[in-house]
């Protein structure tokens, strides 16, 4: 494999993400004494942050890989929504596929940091499904985008309500009509409304919980396989990918398996790298590298953005220098 090349042919992808994006907001201070009023810290304000989040959360891993990303989702006619645009417009992510609604509100997660620790999360959000208008108009946007040629669609759900089932089997219908490559990061709501997509990547507990089983892993690994094949036979996914946490990643299709270990890293954060890892993953699929090729490429991706505080994007030079570490053994 020509690292080299491969991180010159992302440059050259168009890929449409569709899910539940937001705001995510950080209030950062110092806790010097404790309130009179309550046993809460009282936190004296330094700095105020706001980061695209969710679905936005991929488009920004997509473009920091030198893709270029369409982001297709709803946001609300408020404040959130203002502020979710503006972050748009700072990283140069178009808004063509973006929807303002005046019956939903933007999902903002608000996060209260201090000294140096999280403290609360405030989740200001909409969780009920698209209403029929919205998923029509959501489905004429994916439409057009699709008209203008894309290489791949990810499916981003974080159960806020933009996947509904029918947006999903849509989506799903019109990508396989134009042989365009779908990949799925599920979440329980949904699990088994994603038939018939290329690659299909839940973590192990969402395996789990999907499928309304429990094993362990470490001692049983039949019974992990055999949950594969059941999702497998319910989906008709191409591709089945489970990333493992600290035991690495699993990737299976109909000729063959793999289980690729995680390298060892310093932990800091793991916040976001699921986003990271459909996003490098899909990538990986759209240059044509191998089963095998595009979990090694995707796990050490999802390793590296752990090492980072907080949800950022991965790092493409730092990615490709490891992945030629790695080829030269």
Do not use: W
């Not at 409304?193 to 192990?204: E, G, Q, S």
């Not at 989906?235 to 390298?263: C, R, W």
Request: glycine residues 6%.
């Amino acid at each position: 494999m020509d690292i080299e090349a491969v991180f010159e042919e992302f440059k050259q992808k168009r890929i449409l993400v569709i899910g539940d994006v937001m705001v995510d907001a950080y209030i950062r201070g110092k806790v010097t004494r404790v309130s009179p009023e309550a046993p809460v810290p009282i936190i004296n304000l330094k700095e105020r942050e706001n980061r695209l989040g969710g679905a936005a959360n991929v488009a920004l891993n997509l473009l920091a890989l030198g893709a270029t990303p369409i982001l297709c989702a709803v946001i609300g006619e408020d404040r959130g929504g203002e502020t979710f645009s503006e972050l748009l417009k700072k990283r140069n992510l178009s808004d063509e596929g973006i929807i303002a609604s005046s019956s939903r509100i933007t999902t903002v997660k608000t996060r209260i940091i201090g000294n140096h620790q999280q403290l609360v999360r405030i989740d200001d959000e909409q969780t009920n499904d698209l209403t029929f208008a919205e998923e029509n108009n959501l489905i004429d946007h994916v439409k057009e985008i699709i008209a203008t040629k894309i290489d791949a669609i990810i499916l981003e759900d974080y159960n806020k309500g933009l996947l509904t089932q029918r947006v999903i089997q849509t989506v799903i219908e019109i990508a396989n009509e134009n042989n365009i490559i779908v990949s799925v990061d599920p979440k329980k709501e949904n699990f088994f409304a994603y038939k018939n997509v290329t690659l299909f990547k839940p973590n192990l507990k969402e395996l789990k919980e999907g499928l309304n089983i429990d094993f362990d892993f470490l001692t049983d690994k039949e019974a992990f396989e055999k949950a594969v094949n059941e999702l497998e036979e319910v989906l008709n996914n191409q591709i089945s990918f489970v990333t493992l946490s600290e035991h690495g990643v699993f990737i299976k299709n109909n000729s063959s398996k793999n289980y690729i270990p995680a390298h060892l890293r310093t932990i800091s954060d793991v916040s976001g790298a699921g986003d990271t890892v459909i996003s490098v993953a899909t990538l990986a699929l759209t240059v044509g590298m191998s089963m095998t090729d595009v979990a090694e490429i995707a796990n050490l991706s999802g390793g590296l953005v752990c090492e980072m505080n907080g949800v950022v994007p991965i790092d493409s030079q730092r990615l490709k220098e490891e992945m030629l570490k790695l080829e030269r053994g």
